[in-house]
């Protein structure tokens, strides 16, 4: 039997200038809201005047907390959070790329709640959190549709600010705009849209997928994959179109499965080495794709003859995409990799029985012994 089972609760509007035309949403929502966002992207993309247009228009009250940082840090999400409870405010507002969106989703549970900032990744919150809507500025993370708020603990014990997932956390409404990612240089464009690929194929092969997923997965990565082949400079606005609606699609894919071992090994690239996110993951979805296509033939025919390539290509695209620089890990931070992975349940939904000692050869394999 089909299993179509699939939820999801976000009011996607989407489309050119879909601010502009559904500006009385905002009112539905309160009266003062708290806008959370990066130091530049709101303001560069032009994100931030459509929405203090749309606020101003229905005479809603506003303040603004732009400290939020690349990989965003609880610590931050917990003062924002105080300053929304200071200020009385009824909803919370996310503008800027995956960290400002996630940390928003964060934002908008302490602004409602308070309480110990590490029981956010418990889920059961005593108020429910405040109303969110979200406004996208890259086209990568899909976080827009996505339930995950993906933090940097830099709270407790560890010394190094690690990444952790609330898993429960959808907005109220999202604006999908392509227009605000003119602005985005090209190696943010290429690092975003390899992670946009990253969720469309991680989720492909999930053992979490379902019909439902498997087709907004293949939707979004022909998206990429039809961009980056004709990639001849700078990107047109054509391909920005296809990009943001990949990275829609990937976001509904992961809402349903999550994602897979790439993730869970990326992460470590960016918090220790600074890679950027989507690159973070590209590096181990060549292997990725190959042990998908591996165990799954069915699957795989049907997705190779949607991106309509074959993996030996697609796979050197990706590596070409990547750029990593190989780097060399010591014996104790293998170790202390395998005992963060033992607890990873990102390697139980890849396909076969991925294990920590499967990640460890990898390792080896991609940046040498
Ligand atoms: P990002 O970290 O939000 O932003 C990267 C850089 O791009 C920042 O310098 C940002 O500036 C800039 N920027 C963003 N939009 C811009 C625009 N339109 N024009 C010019 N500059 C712009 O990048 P991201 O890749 O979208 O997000 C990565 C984060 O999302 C990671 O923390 C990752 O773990 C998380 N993630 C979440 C999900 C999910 O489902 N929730 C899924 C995958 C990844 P500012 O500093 O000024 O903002
Ligand atoms: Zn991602």
Request: charged share 20%.
């Amino acid at each position: 039997m089909l299993n179509l089972s699939y939820y999801m609760p976000v009011k996607l509007f989407y489309g050119a200038d879909c601010i502009k035309q559904n500006a009385c949403y905002f009112q539905s929502l309160g009266r003062k809201c708290l806008i959370v966002t990066g130091k530049n992207s709101a303001k560069v993309s032009g994100a931030l005047d459509d929405v203090l247009q749309a606020l101003e228009k229905h005479q809603i009250d506003f303040i603004i907390f732009d400290e939020i940082k690349q990989n965003p840090l609880l610590s931050d999400c917990v003062r924002a959070g105080k300053i929304a409870q200071s200020e009385q405010v009824d909803f919370v507002i996310g503008i800027g790329g995956g960290s400002p969106l996630d940390a928003a989703k964060a934002v908008s549970v302490f602004a409602s709640n308070e309480m110990e900032p590490l029981k956010i990744f418990e889920g059961n919150y005593v108020n429910r959190p405040l109303p969110l809507i979200l406004v996208g500025t890259t086209a990568g993370t899909g976080s827009e549709v996505t339930p995950y708020s993906v933090l940097n603990v830099d709270i407790g014990e560890d010394k190094v600010a690690r990444k952790r997932s609330v898993q429960n956390l959808y907005a109220a409404a999202s604006f999908g705009d392509y227009q605000y990612t003119r602005s985005l240089n090209q190696s943010i464009t290429i690092a975003t849209a390899l992670d946009t690929l990253s969720h469309c194929i991680e989720s492909y092969f999930s053992k979490k997928s379902n019909t439902i997923s498997e087709g907004f997965a293949k939707q979004g990565a022909k998206l990429v994959i039809d961009v980056f082949r004709d990639l001849n400079g700078e990107f047109t606005d054509k391909q920005r179109q296809k990009l943001y609606a990949a990275s829609i699609y990937g976001g509904l894919a992961i809402a349903k499965t999550g994602t897979c071992y790439c993730h869970s090994m990326g992460y470590f690239l960016t918090e220790d080495y600074q890679v950027a996110h989507g690159i973070a993951c590209a590096v181990f979805l060549p292997s990725f794709l190959r042990l998908g296509c591996e165990l799954d033939t069915k699957k795989a025919d049907e997705l190779l003859f949607e991106l309509d390539d074959n993996l030996s290509n697609l796979c050197d695209m990706i590596e070409n995409l990547t750029q990593y620089r190989p780097i060399y890990l010591t014996q104790t931070q293998k170790n202390e990799l395998c005992e963060r992975w033992k607890k990873d349940n990102k390697f139980a939904s890849s396909p076969g029985n991925f294990t920590v000692a499967d990640a460890m050869e990898l390792i080896d394999e991609i940046f040498g012994v």
